[in-house]
């Protein structure tokens, strides 16, 4: 058996001028987070969608790459994400890029053999699956 999470949306109005909130009940985190189209494609304080999945993949890849480290018999002393998704206007809106950039410190590892994990964390982590249909690239450095 799986696990199953949910999120709510709620949004009152028209695209441009209405407004919305997000409430993740079972984690409390987001509890009636306002988003809006000037949170979306201004600079006004919310979240909007492209965020929401940055944090995702960052946090699902990551754990992955924890995964697949220790495994191999490295556990990583650090690992730290950074996940940038890319809404294009072109064509209609859609995710046109997702760019992840991970720091890693590993004690032991040769950088072939961290680079080949990362790859398989990118490849493998189930929001990556996911998110299959949009162009994905990682930057993963091991420092020290």
Same mark, same amino acid.
């Given at each position: ?42 600079? *006004?304080?919310?979240?909007?969608? !492209?965020?929401?999945?940055? %944090? ?7 754990? @992955? &790459? $924890? +995964? ?41 590892? *040769?950088?072939?053999?961290?680079? !080949?994990?990362?790859?398989? %964390? ?7 699956? @996911? &998110? $299959? +249909? ?11």
């Amino acid at each position: 058996m799986g696990i199953s999470r949910h999120a709510i949306a709620r949004w009152t109005g028209d695209l441009k001028s209405g407004k919305g909130t997000l409430s993740t009940p079972q984690s409390g985190l987001l509890d009636d987070t306002r988003y809006a189209f000037s949170t979306r494609f201004g600079d *006004e304080k919310g979240t909007n969608p !492209e965020e929401l999945i940055a %944090a995702a993949h960052a946090g699902c890849f990551t754990m @992955a &790459l $924890s +995964a697949k480290l220790t495994e191999a018999g490295f556990p990583p002393e650090s690992l730290e994400t950074r996940a940038d998704v890319d809404l294009s206007m072109d064509g209609g809106p859609q995710l046109s890029a997702i760019r992840l950039k991970t720091r890693a410190r590993v004690p032991g590892i *040769e950088p072939a053999k961290f680079r !080949e994990l990362a790859d398989d %964390a990118k490849q493998n982590c189930p929001v990556s699956k @996911a &998110l $299959s +249909a949009v162009p994905l690239s990682l930057d993963a450095v091991l420092e020290g």
